[in-house]
Nanobody, 119 residues
Framework: QVQLVESGGGLVQPGGSLRLSCAAS????????MAWYRQAPGKQRELVAA???????NYADSVKGRFTISRDNAKNTVYLQMNSLKPEDTAVYYC?????????????WGQGTQVTVSS
């Protein structure tokens, strides 16, 4: 049973910071690629940041220099440090686990955590 549980969301003012956490179970964490996605009302879900099992990282252009993704394999946890938050960062943030098994791709999702950036 694969489970991803996000935490750390909340309400912050523009320019503030939050750190999101995603605790995973039911997978060999160190062998999986992890990512954070977000979805704002009326918009498609978009990739925010990703980190591979080799710890290579990729970021959406909109968050480069502000967000940092990291992973702690010993704790089966992936983090998203968000600094200099803007109102346009407001969204539900989802943790994602992706792996390939042969030609089949598997995606697992958490239930999301709300991030609201507002004065």
């Amino acid at each position: 049973q694969v489970q991803l549980v996000e935490s750390g969301g909340g309400l912050v003012q523009p320019g503030g910071s939050l750190r999101l956490s995603c605790a995973a179970s039911g997978i060999i964490f160190s062998a999986n690629n992890m990512a954070w996605y977000r979805q704002a009302p009326g918009k498609q879900r978009e990739l925010v940041a990703a980190i591979s099992l080799l710890r290579r990282t990729n970021y959406a252009d909109s968050v480069k220099g502000r967000f940092t993704i990291s992973r702690d394999n010993a704790k089966n946890t992936v983090y998203l440090q968000m600094n200099s938050l803007k109102p346009e960062d407001t969204a539900v943030y989802y943790c994602n686990c992706h792996r390939m098994s042969g030609t089949t791709g598997y995606d697992y999702w958490g239930q999301g955590t709300q991030v609201t950036v507002s004065s």
